[in-house]
């Protein structure tokens, strides 16, 4: 049986994942959820015509979600103790769109 481990792996998958969610006013709290992992095809070629380069640039991102709620203990009063979160149901390869990825350009 084979390993899968990030340096092998080429696609975009569900996987289980953990943070520590915190909100001011309330103590924080460790949530276990599944979020997208993995490495798309991308590709960069020079081109002799404006703009001078090709491109071909996917990353891995939730096509599908359910947005859950947790309750974080300890808040001050005033304070609403409701920390929303999105789990991932499936994860693709495709372009970044900063309506729900952190989306860096150089």
């Known amino acids: 049986m084979a390993v899968t481990t990030l340096q092998s792996f080429r696609g975009c998958a569900v996987r289980d994942f953990a943070f520590v969610a915190n909100k001011p006013g309330c103590r924080s709290l460790r949530i276990n959820t599944e979020a997208c ?59 970044c769109s900063s309506n729900h990825t952190e989306c860096e350009t150089f």
């Open 37 to 95: 992992w993995g490495r798309c095809h991308t590709w960069e070629m020079p081109v002799p015509e404006p703009p001078y380069i090709k491109r071909h640039h996917r990353v891995c991102t939730y096509s599908r979600t359910r947005h859950l709620t947790a309750r974080l203990p300890g808040c001050r009063p005033g304070v609403s103790p409701i920390y929303h979160y999105p789990q991932a149901l499936q994860c693709d390869c495709t372009y």
